[in-house]
């Protein structure tokens, strides 16, 4: 009954992630993540796939609609990529930090359980 129930959820996620990401172009609401990071994807997604879109409707095909275009994504890329390399640059170190247990404590102080 546990691997069925395992098999079961395993293919919900496949469709979950694999399916859906390809019948959207990608996105999928991720539970594991934060509501920043999941509404992050979200509208970066829609900006990749909308303005393409916008610019064809609104605009007159022109090469420097197009290239504003590509000038536009490489901007909100490189912006990205500078703050992920900001973020990792500012919180990952060399050093490793271990933490030491003391073996002396309870059980029950090592461990509290939820009532």
């Known amino acids: 009954m546990i691997e069925e ?3 079961g959820s395993q ?4 469709l979950r992630q694999g ?3 390809s019948l ?3 996105w999928f609401f991720d539970p594991h993540q934060d509501v ?3 509404t992050f994807h979200l509208y970066i997604w829609l900006f990749l796939l909308c303005l393409p879109f916008t610019i064809y409707v609104y605009f007159p095909p022109t090469r420097y609609m197009w290239y504003f275009y590509c000038l536009s ?3 909100v890329l490189a912006a990205i990529k500078l703050v992920n390399y900001g973020l ?3 919180y990952d170190t060399t050093e490793c930090i271990q933490e030491e247990v003391d073996d ?3 059980e029950t102080k090592r461990y509290p359980q939820n009532t």
């Open 24 to 26: 959207t172009g990608g």
């Open 88 to 90: 990792h640059h500012m």
């Open 36 to 38: 920043f990071c999941n």
């Open 11 to 14: 293919t919900l996620e496949i």
């Open 104 to 106: 002396n404590w309870p």
């Open 73 to 75: 994504v490489a901007i």
């Open 5 to 7: 129930q395992q098999m």
């Open 19 to 21: 399916v859906w990401a």
